[in-house]
């Protein structure tokens, strides 16, 4: 039995492929400004939840203040 790209299995793959053309579809029909707040979005929840994993003590308004503004709160030390 064949695999594609990385052991994906081609069933895996065929359905990958398919949420990719499903969102170049609707992805054209964004204008910039929400397109941006996406990916700021993303950015953030990928960062919070990433380091909340790896025991990062940030509350997610903190994660928020050092991702968007470069600040820090409290006693964690900006490094």
């Known amino acids: 039995m ?5 052991g994906i299995s081609p069933g895996a793959l065929a359905e990958l492929e398919a949420a990719i ?16 707040r996406l990916r700021r979005k993303f950015r953030l929840e990928w960062n919070y939840n990433s380091n909340h994993i ?7 308004d903190e994660t928020v203040l ?13 490094l």
């Open 21 to 36: 053309s499903e969102w170049h579809d609707v992805r054209p029909e964004m204008v910039p400004d929400d397109d941006e």
């Open 66 to 78: 050092l991702l968007i503004y470069g600040q820090t709160a409290g006693s964690h030390p900006r």
């Open 2 to 6: 064949g695999s594609g790209p990385e």
């Open 54 to 60: 790896e025991g990062n003590a940030l509350t997610y």
